[in-house]
C-alpha cells in the first residue's frame, strides 16, 4: 500500500485485495498508461501537403493569423512567458501543452498578444464525448464574429465544406477531397499518432443576431497536427507477462481506431496481422450499440475499443463481470470513476507475502509448541521461559512479517493462470519443507534437552540457554528458506531487500544481548565462542534440509508449477 501511495495508484476496494490476485482482465487506458503521456507534434498538414512544422512557414499572413487564433483561444491552457528571452512556460493537459508548446517555439506564433487582441464571447469546452472544443470570438479592431474548432479530425472534417492551402486560397471539398483526407487521417493514425484537426468559419457580422450555440457545419479546414506519444519502456514485456499468465489486457481509448490499433500492436495487445475485420478492434458506438446477448457474446474477442467514452468503459467491465471474470481497471479517477468503482482492484503482490509468512509462522508455532509440552510432560519443566517465548514470538510476528511481507513480487507469479494464483497458500512442497523444518528443530531442541548436558559438559541454566539460542537461530535461518517457498536459490534477489537484511541483522545483535547481556531478565548464561559456533552450525542445517526437499520428484499438477516457476 506504500508503494502504491508513492505511485499515486488509486485504491478504491481494499476488501478486494485478495481477489486481484485471480485477475483475469485488466482494461487499461492508454495515455499515461501504456504511454508516457508526453505529446509532441510530429506532423502537420496544409491542405493535403505534408509540411515541415519545425521552421517558419511560408504561408499568407492571413491565413497564419487565423491558425494562431484556432491554437491561442481554443485551449485550456497557459502560456507564462516573464521575461522577452526566457522560454515560456507552458501548463495544460500533454496534448494542448503539445501544440501550444510547437506553435511557440517551431512556429514562433505569439500567443499572448494575439489573446490581448481579441474578446471571447463564448467557449464550449472539450468532452470525451464529442471530442472537440470550440471558441467564439471577435477581434477588439473588428465587427465580425470567428468560430473556431479543434479536436479528432475525423470529427472536425465531418464539419468542414472547404480548406485552406499554403498560398491561402480556399477549395471546395468534394467527396473525393473528403476521401484524400480521410486517407491522410488514418495514414497519421497508421504511425500510432493522434490527429488534431483545426477549423475556422466567419460567424456574422455584428448587426445580426448572435447565437449563444456555436455552429458546428460550413467550417474551413485550416490544417492537422500529428502528435506522437510513445509507449512506456517495459510495456510490452508486461503485456506478454500478463499473457503468459492467462490474464487479458483489453486497451480502452479515445482515440480513432488506426490511432488505437496502431497503439495496441506496438505494446504487443494486437498482432500485425489482426485487422479490423476480426472485430478485436471495436468503436464505442458500436460496442453500446450491441444488444446485451451480442455484447455478451463479442466480449472475449474484444481487444481494443476506440472512440470510447466513460460509460462504454463501465458497460465493458459490467459485461466482463457477467461473464466471470475478475476484472482490474486502470483511469485517470476522474472520466473513468464509473468504471474504476465497479472493477475488482486490489493488490497481486499480497498474496506471495501471505504464503512466506504464514509457512515461516508455523514451522515457529510447531516446534516451539512440541518441545515445551513434550518437556513438561516428561521432567516437569519447560527449556523455553515465558520472557524467551515472548521474544520469539517477537521473531515471528512483528519482525517475521516485516521481513517477509516486504519482499517485492516475483516475475514466477505471472507464470501461474489466475486460477492458479488463487489455489490454497501451503503447497505440497510448501507442506514438506515445513514438516521437515519443524521435525528437525523438534529432534535436535529433544536431543539438547535430554542429552545437551552431557554432550556439551555444561549445567542445567547453560543448556537451557543453548536450547533457546540454538532456536532462535534456526528460525533465523529458516527465514531465508521462507523467502523462496517453492525456489532452491533462496538468496536471489536478497540484496534488493535492504529491509529484510536490517531486519535479520537486528535480530541477531538483540539475540546476541539477550544472551550476553540481559542473563537475568532472559534467565539465560552466557555462551562460550564454541558453544556459539555449535548453536549456528546447527541451526544452519536448515538450509540444505530445505534444498533437500525442494529436491525431493513432485507429480502431476504440481510438477507442472514447479518447471512454471523454474525450480
Not at 486517407?183 to 460567424?203: T, Y
Not at 499473457?243 to 489486457?249: D, H, P, T
Request: proline fraction near 3%; hydrophobic fraction near 45%.
Amino acid at each position: 500500500m506504500k508503494q502504491m501511495m508513492a505511485d499515486n495508484a488509486l485504491v478504491r476496494k481494499l476488501s478486494a485485495c485478495e481477489t486481484m490476485g485471480s485477475a483475469t482482465t485488466i482494461c487499461t487506458d492508454k495515455t499515461g498508461t501504456l504511454t508516457m503521456n508526453q505529446m509532441q507534434v510530429s506532423e502537420f498538414w496544409l491542405g493535403k501537403e505534408l509540411t515541415e512544422h519545425s521552421v517558419s512557414m511560408e504561408i499568407e499572413p492571413e491565413f497564419s493569423l487565423l491558425l494562431e487564433e484556432g491554437i491561442a483561444l481554443n485551449t485550456a491552457a497557459t502560456v507564462n512567458k516573464p521575461h522577452s528571452t526566457s522560454t515560456p512556460a507552458i501548463s495544460g493537459s500533454p496534448t494542448e501543452k503539445a501544440i501550444l508548446s510547437w506553435a511557440v517555439l517551431d512556429l514562433g506564433l505569439n500567443i499572448y498578444e494575439t489573446k490581448q487582441k481579441c474578446e471571447i464571447m463564448n467557449v464550449e469546452t472539450f468532452n470525451s464525448e464529442k471530442k472537440r472544443s470550440g471558441v467564439m470570438m471577435r477581434k477588439s479592431n473588428e465587427k465580425a464574429i470567428h468560430t473556431h474548432w479543434k479536436g479528432a479530425a475525423e470529427m472536425i472534417l465531418a464539419m468542414c465544406t472547404t480548406y485552406y492551402v499554403k498560398s491561402g486560397e480556399l477549395i471546395d471539398i468534394n467527396e473525393e477531397e473528403r476521401m484524400q483526407f480521410r486517407a491522410i487521417i488514418h495514414s497519421m493514425a497508421a504511425k500510432s499518432l493522434r490527429c488534431i484537426a483545426f477549423a475556422h468559419k466567419k460567424v456574422t457580422e455584428e448587426n445580426r443576431l448572435i447565437s449563444e450555440k456555436l455552429e458546428e457545419t460550413g467550417f474551413t479546414l485550416l490544417g492537422l497536427v500529428g502528435l506522437k506519444d510513445p509507449c512506456r519502456p517495459g510495456v510490452r514485456a508486461a503485456v506478454e507477462s500478463c499473457k503468459k499468465a492467462k490474464v487479458s489486457v483489453k486497451m480502452i481509448t479515445g482515440d480513432n481506431p488506426h490511432t488505437a490499433r496502431a497503439i495496441a500492436i506496438e505494446c504487443g495487445i494486437l498482432n500485425p496481422q489482426d485487422d479490423m475485420d476480426n472485430k478485436a478492434v471495436v468503436e464505442g458506438v458500436e460496442f453500446r450499440n450491441y444488444s446485451p446477448e451480442e455484447r455478451i457474446a463479442r466480449i472475449e474477442d474484444i481487444r481494443v475499443m476506440a472512440r470510447s467514452s466513460p460509460f462504454d468503459k463501465l458497460l465493458m467491465v459490467q459485461c466482463l463481470k457477467e461473464k466471470g471474470h475478475v476484472v482490474a481497471v486502470t483511469g485517470d479517477g476522474t472520466n473513468d470513476a464509473p468504471a474504476l468503482k465497479e472493477a475488482d482492484i486490489g493488490l497481486s503482490m499480497g498474496i506471495q507475502g501471505t504464503e512466506k509468512f504464514i509457512q515461516f509462522q508455523l514451522t515457529v508455532n510447531v516446534a516451539a509448541l512440541v518441545i515445551n509440552f513434550v518437556a513438561a510432560i516428561s521432567s516437569g519443566k519447560v527449556p523455553l521461559t515465558a520472557v524467551q517465548l515472548l521474544w520469539v514470538n517477537l521473531i515471528m510476528d512483528t519482525m517475521g512479517a516485516l521481513a517477509l511481507a516486504t519482499e517485492q513480487p516475483t516475475d514466477e507469479l505471472m507464470t501461474k493462470s489466475p486460477a492458479g494464483r488463487s489455489e490454497p497458500l501451503i503447497t505440497k512442497i510448501m507442506w514438506r519443507n515445513l514438516i521437515a523444518q519443524a521435525l528437525y528443530q523438534l529432534v535436535v531442541l529433544l536431543i539438547l534437552q535430554f542429552k545437551g548436558k552431557s554432550i556439551f559438559a555444561v549445567d542445567e541454566k547453560v543448556n537451557s540457554t543453548l536450547i533457546f539460542n540454538t532456536f532462535v537461530l534456526c528460525q533465523v535461518f529458516n527465514e531465508f528458506n521462507a523467502r523462496k517457498l517453492e525456489k532452491r536459490n533462496i538468496f536471489k534477489g536478497i540484496h534488493k531487500n535492504k529491509l529484510f537484511l536490517a531486519i535479520i541483522g537486528i535480530t541477531i545483535v538483540l539475540q546476541v544481548m539477550m544472551v550476553e547481556l540481559l542473563k537475568r531478565f532472559a534467565s539465560t548464561e552466557r555462551l562460550s565462542w564454541e558453544q556459539w559456533g555449535a548453536c549456528i552450525g546447527i541451526a544452519a542445517v536448515s538450509w540444505p534440509i530445505g534444498f533437500a526437499v525442494k529436491c525431493i520428484p513432485v507429480s502431476g499438477k504440481e510438477a507442472s508449477k514447479q518447471r512454471a516457476s523454474g525450480t
